[in-house]
Structure formats: structure tokens, C-alpha cells
């Protein structure tokens, strides 16, 4: 069988990045990754252009009819575009369709959660769906909960995660009971090779997961595998919505200003995971995921125990600044 | 096994009356009407009374409290509310999660139509709709194409249709050859009644449908079954086009002016069903509906000839003035 042809957007980025080591690894595929005409002579680039990846460099701002061009014999385009541009994807998706690419993969890669209303970030994803569904154009959204690379405690006293984390944490939020869908970030590519050669999956949602954990666990199983005790700051509910309070009034304030973007992201998150709780496998599949589980039975998810101990043996990669 | 109790909401209209010949005929149902109490003294609901129907008098736009009382041991809330209040049913979500209702059917029963964009009556379902799923409300979407009853043309020389016609219809739209869901009024309730007792069908989309017509196909039908020679008004797509344009300047001038929202009704409907195509079973399919003549074929549906046959008869009974 030829190779199915894939575009990948935001190769460079920590999901991007998975996507493309999955694809590659699983053999099946012929990549070609987009990249902005700003960023062409990137360092990342080069090195992805080394492995025999084809780079074609196009604006996802520019003309419809490029970005018609540059899909034409395209499988399946797969998008990782950055959390701040998810509308910008619209054109991608308008040409796609024009082009007649198979398979249409919007920018998701994130945890469950509501199409409207909870999630300033899963609203916009929801214009893009919107916009895709308004085209007729076949597609796949694969959502993954939350990485472990971002779910872990560095509150040890040996300090001895420190290497791995895009920030400090030792929060437990509630009661601290709350179960999250979590998954491998160097999963989430394997799982992306998966899904996008399977006809089940068309026109549907998916979700990948390893463990589903609350923080109470998570923090017992760190505390299990390091034989350290952790600190923990309880953040209360009332503390969470206040936040989601503070960030809504100001980024009404200075809607252009990135970190109260951010801002916004993380308490949206904190609200969602841990205040109403949405990130678990039975609402997904209210809310009509396919639980990828079950559709791969062989495959073998990196669990979050794994993940510790390869924690402990100084063998992660911290995830970049490109993550919210 | 105990009778299913249902709460029914808006059963004095066209839809509602549909939904309760239903429920009452499939002899499962424990039917209740929920009626304004402006409309408790009406003789419409005096008649429905009669027939042994508990009538529970409430403002669905009071308060909460009220609307959890009510909902009390409902099995299944049903609501056919008219087109102009869409939004109103978001408090009888609310109280239905509260009072452990196990399935809200809210008020769809129309084309098939993507989420957003399209048809400003879709978008205000499509609130509710998301309303619902993040009250994580196990729910049911029916959708029903479009009726017979609002289907046939009338433009007859000898003008015998005219008695069951709601306004005197002789259009065809641009070629006339984009097939649409269509469905016998009277069918509605009997598809409820089986699709509101079934698993299968909870928190999913589901569309009915007794034949997929195209309006050449339904003039032909007509012809045919006549013996007449039927005129035809040819509008073109840019028609379509421009009256949808017209309908949304109007509706901005004077958002508060019914007939204006009427004018945009008609304009969306035209603008979705003739020139996007968009109410098709295989459209219907990829946004995710599952296909009733599937679920139940054992379902003999009224069909479009059928109901031709009973135009002729003298049968058809005009709808009331509430569709749009």
C-alpha cells in the first residue's frame, strides 16, 4: 500500500514534535511538515529537514489558493498550531476542503471538556469544529487529557524533578479527588498514528489516555516511588473560581496581553479538572468520544508510573514555553 | 414494567399535538402537559384535559424551584416550545439535571443543518444544546426534516390543495434537484414515542425521515397523482442569497419585529435545504445523527405519496400558525 501523505502544522512545537516522531516511527506515513516563511531558517526546522522530512513553507495567513495548492495530494493535514492561534486555522480547513484532503485533523490535543462556556480555549477550538463542519470536510479530533509532563509534583526536598518542570508545583486543589484523563506527552504521537489510518475514527471525537488519576493518587504514587514526603498547597474551590474572576476582568481589560491569556488557560483548566470535573472517560463518552482504548486494545500506553521513574532516572525532556 | 412518566411542553402546537397523539397511542407513556398559566384557561388545553391528561400549570421562565418540583419522578421531559422562545428552556434544563430527570428532549424537530452559521434558529437550539451538555444532562436530539404538510406545492389550476396549505406555495429552487429530508407531521409523535424509550438513542442526535425528495420529484409526485399541470417560480441561488442578506439587515434594524425573524426563518430554511443541501441523510451522518429508518425498520412511515393521497382525499388538516 503507498504511503498515506500527511501535512503536519506546528512540527516545532512539544505536541507537534510527538506527532511527528509517532508518524515517522509508525512507517506508514510520508511527512511533510508546514512551516511559516519567519521561521523556515529555524534551528528545529533544519534539524527536522535532516531526517528526510520535506518542509514546505507557506503563510496560513496568506492566500486561500496556496494554501489549496500546498494540500492538493494530501492525505490528511494535522494541525498543532499554538494555543494562541486556533482561529487561524479556518483558511487551512476552507482549503483543505477545496483541495480535497481526506482527512482534516483541527488543533485539539488537549482534555475534555464542554463545547461552550467553560473554556475560553475550547470555545475557539469549537469555532474551528464549527467551521470544518459547516464545510462537509471529513475530520478527526483527537483530545488527550492532560500530559504527564505537566501533571507531576516538584515539591520534594531533594528538589530532584526540578529538571523536568516547565514550572513549580505542589498544588492539590478540593478535596483533591478529582480524576483526570492523563497521557504520555511521547505517546500522543503513537496514538495520532493510530487513529488517523482508521476508518472508525472519521468524523469523530477520540481520546487518548494512560491513567485516569486524581491528584491525591498522583501525589501518593510520587510519594510511593521517591520515598520522599511532598508539600502540598490546597488551593480551595472558592480559590478557583476567583481565578477564573480575576482572569476573565482582565483579559476584558487587555484582551491583547499574552500572560492574561495564560492566565486565563490555567485557571479555565483548574476549573474544568478539578472544580467541575469534566476531564474523565464517562463524560467523554456523553459527550460522544470514542475512548481510544478501546479501539486499540494492543496498545501500550507509557503509564504515569513509568513516567516517575523515568522521572527519577533524569530521563525527561521538559516540555518548551509553547505549551499553553 | 411501570409506565414511563413524560412532561410534555408545548403540546397546543403543531409539533406538541403530533407528540402527544404519539405518546398516547404507543400506550407506554404516563403523558403530562406543562402549560404558562396564561394559557391554563385555554380550549385547547381544556380538550387535551379531557382526553386524561394531567395538566401542570408553570412559568418556565419563574422560578427554578418550581421548574425542579415539577420535573419530580419525570422519566423523560419533552419540549416542542415554539420557534421565537429557544432560549427559554434553558431554566427547565437546569431544574430537569436537579430533579434527576433521565432524558431532556429539547426542542428540535426541524431540517438537518450544521451547528452554527447557517440558520439563526439552529444556532439558538445549538445554546441549549450546549447548555445541556455542560449540565451533563443525558438528553436526545430528534430532528424531523421537514414536514409534508409545509412540502407541497399548491399552485394546482384547479386549486384544490389550497384548503390544507398554511400560505399558497409555487417555488422551485434553482435546479430543483437538491433532495431534502422530508416527513409526515402525523409520523412525528409515533418516531418519539419509539426513539425516547430506546438506549440507543440517549445523548445522541436522531433524525426521521419518510422519503428524501428533491423539488423536481415532489412536483412530478403531484403531477402525477393529479392529473394537473403544475406551475412552477423558478428562484434562483442568488435569490436565495440575496433574500437571506435582506432578512438579516431587517433583523438588525428591528431585532424585536416577529415578522422580521419570520422573514429570516424562511430565508435560512431556503438558503440550507436548496442551496447548501445540507438536510441529507448523509450530511445528517457525519454531524453524528443516527438514522431512525435504521433503528426501527419495522417503521412504516407515512410516505409523500401517501400523503398526496390523502391531500386528494380531503384528509390533510392546515397546520396552526406556529411552525416558524
Known amino acids: 500500500m503507498a504511503k498515506q501523505r500527511v501535512l503536519l502544522l506546528g512540527a516545532t512545537g512539544n505536541t507537534g514534535e510527538s506527532i511527528l516522531n509517532g508518524l515517522l516511527e509508525h512507517g506508514a506515513y510520508e511527512v511533510q511538515i508546514l512551516v511559516r516563511p519567519s521561521s523556515a531558517e529555524k534551528p528545529a526546522v533544519?534539524?527536522?529537514?535532516?531526517?528526510?522530512?520535506?518542509?514546505?513553507?507557506?503563510?496560513?495567513?496568506?492566500?486561500i489558493e496556496e494554501l489549496v495548492s500546498i494540500q492538493k495530494g494530501i492525505d490528511v493535514t494535522v494541525s498543532a498550531i499554538d494555543a494562541q492561534s486556533q482561529l487561524s486555522q479556518m483558511n487551512l480547513a476552507t482549503a483543505a476542503k477545496k483541495a480535497g484532503v481526506k482527512r482534516f485533523v483541527p488543533c485539539a490535543w488537549t482534555s475534555v471538556a464542554p463545547p461552550e462556556g467553560v473554556m475560553i480555549l475550547r470555545d475557539h477550538k469549537e469555532q474551528v469544529y464549527n467551521h470544518i463542519k459547516r464545510?462537509?470536510?471529513?475530520?478527526?479530533?483527537?483530545?488527550?487529557?492532560?500530559?504527564h509532563q505537566v501533571s507531576f509534583p516538584t515539591s520534594l526536598p531533594s528538589r530532584r524533578f526540578d529538571y523536568a518542570a516547565m514550572a513549580p508545583s505542589n498544588e492539590?486543589?478540593?478535596?483533591?479527588?478529582?480524576?483526570?484523563?492523563?497521557?504520555?506527552?511521547?505517546?500522543?504521537?503513537?496514538?495520532?498514528?493510530?487513529?488517523?489510518?482508521?476508518?472508525?475514527?472519521?468524523?469523530k471525537y477520540v481520546f487518548t489516555c494512560s491513567d485516569v488519576l486524581s491528584e491525591n493518587q498522583i501525589y501518593s504514587i510520587v510519594e510511593e516511588l521517591t520515598g520522599e514526603k511532598l508539600e502540598r498547597?490546597?488551593?480551595?474551590?472558592?480559590?478557583?473560581?476567583?481565578k477564573v474572576k480575576e482572569a476573565k476582568i482582565n483579559g476584558e481589560k487587555e484582551p491583547d496581553n499574552v500572560m492574561n491569556r495564560v492566565m486565563r488557560f490555567k485557571a479555565d483548566y483548574d476549573y474544568s479538572k478539578y472544580l467541575r470535573g469534566d476531564n474523565q472517560p464517562e463524560y467523554a463518552k456523553y459527550l460522544g468520544y470514542l475512548d481510544a482504548r478501546e479501539l486499540y486494545p494492543d496498545f501500550r500506553p507509557i503509564t504515569f508510573r513509568e513516567f516517575v521513574k523515568d522521572l527519577l532516572e533524569g530521563k525527561i525532556v521538559k516540555p518548551h514555553y509553547d505549551f499553553l
Open 46 to 63: 533544519k534539524k527536522i529537514a535532516e531526517r528526510g522530512v520535506k518542509v514546505v513553507i507557506a503563510d496560513i495567513n496568506g492566500p
Open 135 to 147: 464545510l462537509y470536510l471529513p475530520y478527526t479530533v483527537i483530545d488527550v487529557g492532560f500530559w
Open 172 to 203: 492539590v486543589h478540593g478535596d483533591g479527588e478529582r480524576p483526570n484523563i492523563i497521557g504520555d506527552l511521547r505517546d500522543l504521537g503513537r496514538w495520532t498514528a493510530r487513529i488517523i489510518a482508521d476508518e472508525r475514527t472519521l468524523n
Open 233 to 242: 498547597n490546597q488551593i480551595s474551590y472558592e480559590e478557583i473560581e476567583a
